[in-house]
C-alpha cells in the first residue's frame, strides 16, 4: 500500500504520459501529426521491413520524435518505442503552428535537428 | 565600450551584457541570448546579478508566486530542449475543479497527459523541514550559469549611463562596464527607479497586491483531498477576481488575485464551504500559514521600457494579467534576446522588434480586464454560475460534445491561451446558445421548486 502511494505521487511529478518498457509510442504505417519529447528515460526508433526490424537510433531526455508528421500528410516511417520506462510529452500540430507564429525562433531546434539527422542518413547511405 | 559599432548599436565579439535580476526573465534572457550568440557565432560575456539565493528556504528565497508552468510553456519549452525535470516539479497538473455556491464540477484536460506542472520558485516554503527541494528559480539560474552566464551575487545599487556603454554598481565590488543593460527586477519599486536614470522615458508599471500562502499537509492528504487537480473558486466575496488552491507534494498553495487583498478578505475566503471543503476535516485552515505573503502583481505594463543599450523585461516590462506570469518573463525575455543579438541594442532597434511584443501583451490584457470584469458578473449571479455548471457537466459527461465551455475555462484557469483567444471563443455562437439554454434549463426547475414550495407554505396556512 505504501508503495502504490510512493509510485502513484511519483507519477504525478512527471510531465506527458508515461510508457513501460517496449510500449509503443509511434508505430510506422500509421498516420500522426503530434511532435513528441522525450521527458525522461531512453526511446528506440525502429525501421520495419520484411528483412526484419533496424534500430534506427536511441534518443534520450529532450530528444524529438515524429516531425515529419507535423509537415507531412504521409504516414509515420518508424516505429518509436520505450527502451525501459519512459516519459513522453506531446507537441499537438496545432499548438505547435501557433507556437511557431508568435515565435519563430522555436523552429531552430527543429530545423538544426532536422539537419543533423539528414547528415546522419546520408553517412549511413554514403558508408562502404 | 570598444566592442561596439558605434553607428549600428550592434553586439560583437567580446560585447558585455548585465542582466540585473535572475528569476525567470532573467534567465530566459540569459539563456537564449547565449544560445542565440551560439547559433550566431557571437562570443559574448554575460553577467547575471542577483543578491537573492534561490537554494534558501522561505522569503529570502523566493519569488513570490503561485508556480504554476503553464500547458503553453511546458509545450513552447519542450520544443525547445528546456525538459523540466521531475525533480523541480512538486506535482502535475491533470484537471481543474471550479468551485461555486451553486456547486463543483471537475474540468479534464482535453489531452490525456499531465501538461501542467506545480513547481516552487524558491526552495519551498518557510517552515519547510526538506533541506532538498529544487525550485524552478535556481534549475533556471543553473542552466544559464552552464551555457556560460556568470552569476554575481551582489545588489545592485547604482546605475549610470557612460559615453559608450552601462555602468553597473554594487556595494562590496568596483563598478563594471556593459554594452547593454537588462533590467529582469520584478516589480521591485527601488531597483526599478535605478533604471529610470538611464531609460528615462520608462515609467513603473501600476500594480495591486495579491495573496499567496502555503499550507503545509502530508502528501497522502494533498492526494486525497486535493489529488492532481488545480482547485478555482468563483464565489461572491467582494474584491476576490480569482481564488486558487494549488496542490503540491506536501504543501498546497493559496493564490487570492483582486483588489488590494489583505487578511480579512483571507479569512472570508478560507472560511467558505467550499474552500473548508477542499482540506481534511481537522484542518486548521484558519490558523495563520506560518509562509504568507501579500506580492504586487503588474495590473497595466510600464510604457516605453527600453532605451538606447537598455531593456526591461517580464514583470519590469509587461506581463500577463492576473496568469502564466513565468510564461510573459518568457515572451518578453526571448523577445528582448533576439533583438539584442539579432538586431541591434539601439532604443530603434528595440522600438521596432521588442516594443511590439510588449504591445501585444498589453493589448491581449485589455481584453482579459474585460474577461475578468464579466467573471465578476459571474460570481455574483448565481443563475449564470448554475448554467455555466450545468453546460460543463453536459460537455464532461458526453464525450462526443464539443468542449467549448470547458476548454474556454480551462485556458482562463491555466492561463494556456491569450484573452483575445479565449475571447473569441467565449462569443461562439454555439456557446453562446448552450450556455443560455443551460441557464434557462436550471431556471425551470428552480422555478418549478419554489412554485412548489409557495404552495406548499399556502397549504400549511
Not at chain 2, 250 to 255: A, I, M
Not at chain 2, 288 to 314: S, T
Request: glycine share 8%; with cysteine; charged share 25%.
Amino acid at each position: 500500500m505504501c508503495q502504490l502511494l510512493i509510485i502513484k505521487n511519483m507519477r504525478s511529478k512527471k510531465l506527458g504520459r508515461r510508457y513501460n518498457d517496449g510500449e509503443v509510442i509511434i508505430k510506422q504505417g500509421e498516420t500522426g501529426n503530434s511532435l513528441y519529447v522525450v521527458q525522461e528515460g531512453r526511446v528506440e526508433v525502429i525501421h520495419e521491413s520484411a528483412d526484419g526490424d533496424v534500430k534506427i537510433a536511441e534518443l534520450g531526455i529532450s530528444d524529438f520524435f515524429g516531425e515529419m508528421g507535423l509537415f507531412e500528410e504521409d504516414v509515420r516511417s518508424c516505429t518509436v518505442r520505450a527502451a525501459g520506462d519512459a516519459t513522453i510529452l506531446t507537441i499537438d500540430k496545432r499548438n505547435f503552428f501557433k507556437s511557431i507564429r508568435r515565435d519563430p525562433s522555436l523552429a531552430y531546434r527543429l530545423l538544426e535537428k532536422m539537419s543533423n539527422r539528414l547528415r546522419e542518413a546520408n553517412e549511413r547511405i554514403n558508408a562502404p | 565600450m570598444s566592442h561596439m559599432d558605434a553607428h549600428e548599436m550592434e553586439l560583437t565579439n567580446g560585447s558585455r551584457i548585465a542582466v540585473i535580476g535572475g528569476g525567470p526573465a532573467g534567465s530566459f534572457f540569459s539563456y537564449y541570448a547565449l544560445e542565440y550568440a551560439r547559433r550566431f557565432g557571437l562570443e559574448i560575456e554575460l553577467d547575471i546579478f542577483e543578491a537573492k539565493d534561490f537554494t534558501k528556504i522561505g522569503a529570502s528565497g523566493c519569488n513570490h508566486c503561485g508556480g504554476i508552468v503553464s500547458e503553453s510553456l511546458v509545450q513552447d519549452l519542450a520544443t525547445d530542449g528546456l525538459v523540466i525535470p521531475s525533480d523541480i516539479i512538486q506535482r502535475t497538473i491533470s484537471t481543474y475543479t471550479l468551485h461555486t455556491e451553486q456547486g463543483t464540477r471537475i474540468i479534464r484536460t482535453p489531452s490525456e497527459e499531465h501538461r501542467i506542472a506545480s513547481v516552487f520558485r524558491g526552495s519551498g516554503p518557510r517552515g519547510c523541514l526538506e533541506k532538498n527541494t529544487n525550485g524552478f528559480d535556481n534549475y533556471m539560474l543553473e542552466l544559464c550559469r552552464q551555457h556560460g552566464a556568470r552569476v554575481i551575487r551582489e545588489k545592485v545599487t547604482a546605475l549610470e549611463r557612460t559615453q559608450d556603454g552601462i555602468r553597473v554598481g554594487c556595494g562590496k565590488s568596483p563598478n563594471r562596464d556593459y554594452d547593454l543593460l537588462v533590467g529582469a527586477v520584478g516589480l521591485n519599486n527601488k531597483t526599478l527607479e535605478l533604471f529610470k536614470g538611464v531609460c528615462p522615458a520608462y515609467s513603473l508599471p501600476e500594480t495591486t497586491r495579491a495573496y499567496i500562502s502555503e499550507f503545509m499537509m502530508k502528501p497522502v492528504d494533498v492526494e486525497g483531498s486535493l489529488g492532481s487537480s488545480m482547485h478555482v473558486f468563483l464565489l461572491n466575496l467582494p474584491q476576490i477576481t480569482f481564488g486558487a488552491l494549488i496542490p503540491k507534494y506536501n504543501y498546497v498553495t493559496l493564490v487570492l488575485l483582486g483588489e488590494d487583498i489583505d487578511k480579512e478578505i483571507v479569512h472570508n475566503f478560507v472560511r467558505s464551504d467550499q474552500v473548508r471543503a477542499c482540506f481534511p476535516e481537522d484542518y486548521p485552515v484558519d490558523q495563520i500559514a506560518p509562509c504568507q505573503c501579500y506580492p504586487y502583481i503588474n495590473v497595466k505594463q510600464g510604457r516605453h521600457p527600453f532605451a538606447d543599450r537598455v531593456v526591461l523585461i517580464g514583470d519590469s516590462g509587461s506581463s500577463k494579467l492576473y496568469k502564466n506570469g513565468i510564461g510573459a518573463a518568457l515572451i518578453t525575455g526571448k523577445a528582448a534576446a533576439s533583438t539584442a543579438i539579432f538586431e541591434g541594442i539601439s532604443e530603434k532597434h528595440f522600438a521596432k522588434y521588442y516594443a511590439p511584443i510588449c504591445k501585444d501583451l498589453d493589448r491581449d490584457n485589455m481584453v482579459g480586464k474585460l474577461i475578468f470584469g464579466v467573471t465578476r458578473l459571474i460570481q455574483k449571479s448565481s443563475i449564470i454560475k448554475r448554467g455555466i455548471l450545468h453546460l460543463v457537466e453536459r460537455e464532461q459527461s458526453d464525450a462526443a460534445a464539443s468542449l467549448r465551455m470547458s476548454s474556454v475555462l480551462w485556458d482562463t484557469f491555466t492561463g494556456s491561451a491569450g484573452y483575445r483567444n479565449i475571447l473569441r471563443r467565449f462569443l461562439h455562437p454555439g456557446l453562446l446558445f448552450g450556455l443560455i439554454r443551460s441557464t434557462i434549463g436550471t431556471l425551470v426547475p428552480t422555478f418549478n421548486h419554489q412554485k412548489h414550495e409557495k404552495q406548499e407554505t399556502r397549504q400549511t396556512l
